[in-house]
């Protein structure tokens, strides 16, 4: 049986390609998905696509538009999501990426570092496991095919 | 018709308050429903109710516990949701709220101030209404009755 | 008993208007909802709101936030929904909304000219009843209280 | 990972196979479905199938019968679905096949010339994204697979 | 606790008024809704409203339009049905009206008599409870108020 | 694309062989499924598997338990339904699985003889085609594929 | 604000007296309902209503029938769900409510002693909250209205 | 045509593996997840992939946000539920699963010995099926392939 993952987070380091590789190594049927994991290309896809806006607010707005569109379609067609939170960065969209995920009843893995425990206390609540690192995620999904 | 509003956002100053009295100014027939405003309170409801746990990770666990049972219970009796960010704290259940908010399907203000649009541009996107100000917020209820 | 019935269609003339006093002569426990009845203000509402935009294109998404504001906070309060379609104007959010209440399991009355049969054939098809005139669905609501 | 997208819109004119062709140049996974695209077919179906009727009405509505029944079918194994307008036809059809994929959930990807944007302007709103060249909305889904 | 209970049945006689008289006598908080229960009236109403139809299929069709709109919307409010077959009639609408019931999570009610156990033993095994006599279905909804 | 059609109906007779080999002929990529077609093995599925009932109700009950598992866990596989009534049998079960396939948002083909207009006409008017023959409701199907 | 709270769990003993007593002293604006509490009652309602069984086992589920008839109609009235569990008894019911109060979305406050936490270990982990005491689960709804 | 089905129960002894063997034997293609079936794994799952917990509490907890994530997935991802009770063990989370299952639409087949009838009534009333061993259960499953 194999499963499809959205792993949600920042897209500023490559923590998805060490997750994708070591999910290789382990041997798991995972297929995963995501945002646009390039950061320059994911902010500048709405002009990309739809041309100059009118100044900041309209060409996030227009990329937003477009990244949205890949997160439900992608998101929808998720059996469970990872939602990875770390020290940098606000992170508003991997949080309402996980409470949609918990509205729509996909199985929802939180990783987040030991300092993050407070102010995620209740999204690392609601979700079904709260992880520290990489490795315990790909742990959980093993445990799966046990 | 009466609307019940959800207030979804950080609970270090009295931001309800003021929302409240103003929609009272107003002569809306709104009832708002909320998380617990009294920081300390809702910090330490965990063990209040359940007695002492062990360390500072079970103590934040069993408050979201109590919580969380009462967003859940709240927010599912509201028509509409209102989520404010402003510049400080991490906010992080208000963004996933607002995403649960988005998924069960309920209409959603977002209420924040200028220097946030490019985090939290993918949120925006999603709501249907973003302002910057709780008065701003009120004249979009305020139009529902007209 | 009294129902909530959301009144979908164009508002440049007064159709709301008359229908609701004549539900109220034939003493029908009805309560209408709907978008904004005042054409200015509708287009207006978004840049009275949240000031002014770069442009018609923003003008309109503007105001279009709010308006799909309200239409989704009262359509989901309602318990059926008239769609009335004239000779005149485009009429697409008209058939958008018709759609949505159709999704959404509202019962639907669609309410059209003999002129427009063909272009209306398929959300006729759909709809549960399809009258020529105000009266014949005010008959129709009038019918469920027997 | 292949997509079903539904491509909802007149069938007066091959805007369909024109995005078929340059998604298959494009080499994207897609597999596009849609109503029956020979118009004359479409509205002769009712007749062909269950035979003469009483009169013009009741044999729109009769191939209204067969069209929904194929929309539906279609519609609900889509991933995604794609609404063109165009400057002719009432297109009363593909806004409501627009409000029907909103509230199924499924992502919308909005084409419109630049003249129809003030008719346009709710469902361009609830629309994932608005675009106004089939190649734009193929450039859309490109993006998902990047 | 008031409960709305639609009786879905055959309208040839005055089983409903038999019903509703017990009820009150028992002095349970219940409000009955249901078809038109005037035979003549509901074949008729769709020719009343929408003007003469072009023979039997389309009168009887124009007439269903209207109650199936009724139907829809009551049984909406229901919080609970009560389906009553007899030895007359085809009785297939109350069958179908039972199925809606059970895929829209509507406790069911089912009274039927003993020579129709075997065609409607497929009904009475989704039902939640069968009884024999309207007012056995009566102490079952009595009962809920112990 | 293939799909699963479930095939409501009588089991008196081998209409379905019939259908199935006619699909195939056409060369739909068509999957039917529906219940036990032998009349007598669905009768006694429950005494079989269950062992001896305490009389005919009870042994009636038991082989519905077995035969209303295999209706809801192919119906729920299904992506369309066809429900066939004819002149004889009560036939009650066919518009309960109509009605639960119409609210669970299957499309629905209803085929039955002219001489049952009028005792199906609400069944008729809530599915999306009615036909009267085998091969009318074939056609439909097959014109899904143009 | 008023809440309806389903109150699941075993019948032999008055617990749910002593907490609604509790919860009118604290001046809670609750609204509890639950199964019968009379247990031979409830043992006994399926014959009382439907007369002689065949034996044991379709006495208990002529019972049956009506007691699911009642909780199914109350459960989806409730607002949240309280499910206590105590050292005697199978209490399989209770754990099958809780089960379907979680799917249904009802918020859950779990009641069990010290000494069950291990085999209720996966039911309190999906609870909202788990507490030992009626008092425990009081202050729990108490601190909603905060 | 593939099934998956889930296969709640107690993970004492290898009644699963007995199920699976006999449903090769019958060459049934079926497709069988479950819990961890290693009782000592199951029930450390938490420390070894968290680390030590401060006590058998927070062990339990943690044992169960895994095993509660491997059955949500699993459970989600089936077509239908066998749920097995015998006489030894609590078993209180085979109930709740049923009880998921059921609210979940997923028809279910219940296996308990005969002296477990009266507390398992209400249970066993809402099942599909109860029957009394493995080879009952699989002859259930069989008939839907006739």
């Not at 999910?23 to 995963?32: C, D, E």
């Not at 998905?33 to 707005?61: A, C, T, W, Y």
């Amino acid at each position: 049986m194999e499963f499809t993952i959205y792993l949600a987070g920042q897209i500023h380091d490559d923590w998805r390609s060490e997750l994708r590789e070591k999910a290789k190594k382990k041997g798991l049927s995972l297929n995963f998905v995501g945002p646009q994991e390039n950061h320059e290309r994911s902010d500048q896809i709405g002009e990309e696509i739809l041309g100059e806006q009118p100044g900041k607010v309209f060409m996030d707005d227009a990329a937003s538009d477009i990244n949205n569109f890949r997160t439900e379609l992608l998101l929808q067609k998720a059996d469970a999501v990872i939602a990875l939170f770390g020290e940098s960065y606000k992170q508003w969209n991997t949080a309402m990426d996980a409470g949609i995920a918990l509205k729509a009843n996909k199985p929802l893995i939180l990783i987040r570092p030991e300092s993050l425990i407070h102010p995620l206390k209740e999204l690392s609540n609601q979700a079904n496991v709260t992880v520290e690192t990489i490795d315990q995620a790909l742990e959980v999904l093993a445990y799966v095919y046990e």
